[in-house]
């Protein structure tokens, strides 16, 4: 009996989390993201504060004599040359400015946006991959589904957290009949792939996020703050 009256709670604990007015949608939104490829270069005022402590902690190093460490020079050194040549920052795809390309802007993070039809716009306009929540099992399963559906697999995504990483409201403009929508954003990040075969819409970009707010100026403020790089 008690366990039954536990499962219960649980349940009404679950239900109460999606609780809204029945003319509300709720919508699982994903942040699909593509982490930078090579080292970012170091902020000036970081590298010299990363100087600066080099330095002090020198001073309190023990001293070797100078026999000891010379002794490296000693050994014999073999007729063998490496020569190594760094990747370049900048790729083809920088060149061309070839937005629908994950090799481009290498030292920085890419997100996905699609093109096409979504929930409460009767026109086509750039989204995050998205679905209206129904019977999913919780809203991450949502969120999962909605990006399987654009990607098709999900063998080459890691979906970071259960939780929503933000919230917002959008309130109709000009239609009041139509319902509002909460959407809630999950985290996903792309695993060891450089290409996706995107589906289900007129077109997709991967920006960074500077170029993510001029997609979306009227939620600039909210997404500045909400997508941390």
């Known amino acids: 009996m008690q366990r039954c009256c536990s499962s219960a709670g649980r349940s009404v604990i679950s239900k109460r989390w999606f609780s809204s007015s029945s003319n509300d949608k709720i919508v699982a939104s994903v942040l699909f993201e593509r982490l930078p490829v090579v080292v970012p270069k170091i902020d000036p005022t970081v590298y010299a ?14 001293e070797y004599p100078e ?37 481009r802007a290498l030292d920085r993070r890419l997100y996905l946006l699609v093109h096409g039809t979504t929930h409460g716009s009767g026109k086509p306009v750039w989204h995050f991959p998205e679905k209206i929540y129904e019977s999913e099992e919780n809203l991450r399963k949502c969120a999962e589904s909605a990006l399987e559906s654009f990607i098709g697999d999900l063998s080459h995504t890691y979906f970071v957290g259960n939780a929503p990483m933000g919230h917002m409201v959008i309130q109709p403009t000009e239609d009041k009949k139509i319902p509002s929508i909460k959407r809630f954003f999950f985290k996903s990040q792309v695993i060891a792939v450089n290409k996706f075969d995107i589906r289900k819409c007129d077109d997709f970009v991967w920006v960074t996020k500077d170029e993510l707010l001029e997609y979306f100026p009227e939620q600039a403020e909210f997404l500045n703050k909400m997508i941390i790089s």
Do not use: C, H, M, V
């Open 49 to 62: 504060f990363q100087e600066f402590s080099f330095r002090w902690r020198q001073q309190y190093r023990r």
């Open 67 to 103: 026999s000891f460490l010379k002794k490296s020079d000693t050994r014999g050194k073999g007729d063998y040359q490496i020569d190594y040549k760094p990747a370049p920052r900048i790729s083809e795809a920088d060149k061309t400015n070839d937005q629908r390309s994950l090799q």
